[in-house]
């Protein structure tokens, strides 16, 4: 393997929960509300660094029919997200392009850890 380069981010900045790799800016956060994912909810962002985009796939979400891709944090190999590729919805378009990090699986720039819902049966995004 080669030498892994990672961006650092100036700001408040949202990190890996496993390696503190920076993956967003605060400033590039669009919403803390109404996204939910297997293990609890999730933020949606402009845009997310230091991270891998996996394979594209169709997926059933509470908001329609989506083509995503799982992303994963580069330094540590763990699932942190997902990005949004297309949107099959004309009112779900907005989505396109943008990143979501899963709050489980993020800290904030001050290392203050997130509350972490691990109850089983927490609203799934997926297979609504």
Avoid: P
């Avoid at 590039?28 to 891998?52: E, P, W």
């Avoid at 989506?66 to 942190?80: E, K, L, P």
């Avoid at 919805?89 to 979501?100: I, N, P, R, T």
């Amino acid at each position: 393997m080669g030498r892994l380069f990672l961006i650092e981010l100036d700001g408040r900045v949202y990190k890996c929960k496993f390696c503190r790799s920076h993956l967003a800016l605060a400033d590039d956060l669009v919403s803390r509300q109404s996204f939910s994912c297997r293990r609890g909810k999730a933020y949606l962002f402009n845009t997310a660094v230091n991270v891998i985009v996996g394979t594209q796939e169709e997926r059933m979400m509470l908001s329609g029919l989506h083509t995503v891709a799982d992303i994963f944090c580069c330094s540590c190999g763990q699932i942190v997200g997902w990005k949004y590729e297309a949107a099959h919805d004309k009112s779900q378009k907005y989505k396109e392009g943008k990143f979501v990090l899963e709050r489980g699986r993020i800290v904030d720039g001050v290392d203050a850890e997130f509350y972490l819902d691990t109850r089983s049966g927490t609203s799934d995004a997926e297979d609504a």
